[in-house]
């Protein structure tokens, strides 16, 4: 069964950094990534990594937010700087049963950590 677990979400002004965390338990080397939905708007895909170590990235964050896996620790990391009002938003991390993750489903969630960002 794999579980995932995200941390490090908290409050910061405009223009800080925060990195959040995703612990994954009984996960391989498939496809992850970072969604986030703040209320009243569709949930959103952010950053995506392959089990390849392939990357993509929304446009929104593109040069500010960073992902990356640390295989060894099967821990997904989103360092996010230069952060904005507008990426306030709950973060979750999602995995997927397969190695790339373009067009794909993923199959398992983490409950999310909040992220605010104060103008």
């Known amino acids: 069964q794999v579980q995932l677990v995200e941390s490090g979400g908290g409050s910061v002004q405009a223009g800080g950094s925060l990195r959040l965390s995703c612990a994954a338990s009984?996960?391989?080397?498939?496809?992850m990534g970072w969604f986030r939905q703040s209320p009243g708007k569709e949930r959103e895909g952010v950053a995506f990594i392959n089990g390849d170590g392939g990357r993509t990235y929304a446009d929104s964050v593109q040069g500010r937010f960073t992902i990356s896996k640390d295989n060894a620790e099967n821990t997904l990391y989103l360092q996010m700087n230069s952060l904005k009002p507008e990426d306030t938003a709950m973060y979750y991390c999602?995995?997927?049963?397969?190695?790339?993750?373009?067009?794909?489903?993923?199959?398992?969630w983490g409950q999310g950590t909040q992220v605010t960002v104060s103008s």
């Open positions: 009984g996960y391989s080397n498939y496809c």
């Open positions: 999602a995995a997927a049963l397969r190695r790339y993750c373009s067009g794909t489903r993923f199959d398992y």
